[in-house]
């Protein structure tokens, strides 16, 4: 039966961001152009005014995540989109939206690179950069999907944890999961679980910016409501204010990692498929999931045991999901599949730290691994 309110439509992964952003409240975008996301601001473009929400392309991609940054001070849920090039461009806004504890949703759906590299072309080359693309010790949220209904539905995870934590969130899709069309029921308009960033309650003259709390996020006013608010890329004081106080900044930087520490448990998002019993493990994550689940599926019918573990978000590292499996005692051997070099594949060497064996199934000339190859590859440890 289907729910009261649900919609059933045919959408591109891109088009179900955009679902996903209107659900949750997005009422500012500012962006430029670029393959293979476009689908994204077009979307929006549209939409957005018919809600009274806020459209802006911006002269690039720079500009683009600044202008979100200051519309989230000003109170906007805001998101932008981009591929590689114009993610390359957002490093230095991604840093300032970190330190300045701004709540902002980046979708990056990835191309081949480097450079301009292969617009057209899927590629998951840009994990290890959405972790160390800005300089500085400095917290991240990455998630990404592997379907058509998971773009929309981690569209609304990635505003409701900025939201939550007051820091930027990046959602990874690759060229497959943007551009693919699958058959999704979607909720009823109203009906998706909305988080709003937590709003002073005392007088101005109390308002702290940058206080010390029992999550360690404090209260975020919006400019305009009346208090004194000072924003800076600096390294800051409580008020806002750049200083050169030892303790200061290690407590502000401390702070800004602890938040996202104590939300480990609802941050660090996998999925597990016939892992119980497994002998050798796929480790994936995007469209290369889905191939590896009919790899998995294919070997169990012959009786071999082969499991998934499907990576939902990618920062901070899911290790807690590698340790379940390990412990089970069954586990002889992962194998991580990905459409780049092994940058994954680097994170579950050091999680693992030679209690198993690590292989790696890679492809980066723009074409997708192919179910067959990944199941040619586990049988070499089964």
């Known amino acids: 039966m289907r729910p009261q309110g649900s919609r059933e439509l045919l959408l591109q992964g891109n088009e179900a961001v955009v679902e996903g952003a209107l659900a949750v409240g997005c009422t500012f975008y500012a962006g430029y152009p670029i393959t293979p996301s476009t689908e994204i601001a077009e979307g929006l473009a549209a939409r957005l005014p018919a809600v009274g929400g806020t459209f802006l392309q911006m002269e690039d991609e ?214 119980d019993d497994a002998e050798a493990v796929v480790v994936a994550y995007g469209s290369v999931a889905r191939s590896a689940r009919e790899a998995v599926e294919e070997l169990r019918v012959q009786g071999r045991r082969a499991g998934l573990l499907r990576l939902q978000t990618l920062w901070p590292f899911p290790r807690a999901a590698f340790e379940r499996i390990l412990g089970r005692g069954t586990v002889r051997s992962f194998l991580v599949c990905e459409m780049n070099r092994g940058q994954v594949y680097r994170e579950v060497l050091r999680v693992v730290r030679g209690r198993s064996e690590v292989h790696k199934l890679t492809r980066n000339d723009g074409e997708l691994i192919t179910p067959a190859e990944i199941a040619k590859a586990l049988r070499e440890w089964l």
């Open 62 to 275: 720079i500009g683009s995540l600044a202008a979100c940054l200051g519309a989230s001070l000003a109170g906007a849920k805001a998101m932008t989109a981009t591929s590689g090039p114009g993610f390359s461009l957002m490093q230095e806004l991604i840093g300032y939206g970190c330190v300045a504890e701004i709540p902002a949703v980046i979708v990056n759906v990835m191309r081949g690179g480097p450079s301009t590299g292969l617009p057209t072309s899927p590629s998951q080359g840009d994990v290890m950069q959405t972790r160390w693309g800005t300089h500085g010790d400095h917290p991240i949220i990455v998630l990404t999907a592997s379907s058509v209904r998971e773009a929309f539905d981690m569209t609304v995870r990635a505003f409701n944890l900025s939201e939550k934590y007051r820091n930027p969130v990046i959602l990874l899709l690759d060229e497959v999961v943007g551009h693919m069309r699958e058959k999704v029921r979607l909720p009823a308009r109203g009906a998706v679980g909305r988080v709003d960033r937590i709003r002073p309650s005392m007088p101005p003259e109390w308002y702290a910016p940058y206080e010390e709390t029992n999550t360690g996020v404090p209260p975020m006013a919006a400019f305009g409501d009346g208090y004194r608010y000072h924003v800076t890329g600096l390294v800051h004081d409580r008020m806002g204010f750049p200083t050169q106080q030892k303790t200061e900044i290690v407590q502000g930087v401390n702070r800004l990692f602890r938040k996202i520490e104590r939300g480990f448990r609802e941050i660090c998002l996998t999925e597990e498929a016939s892992t």
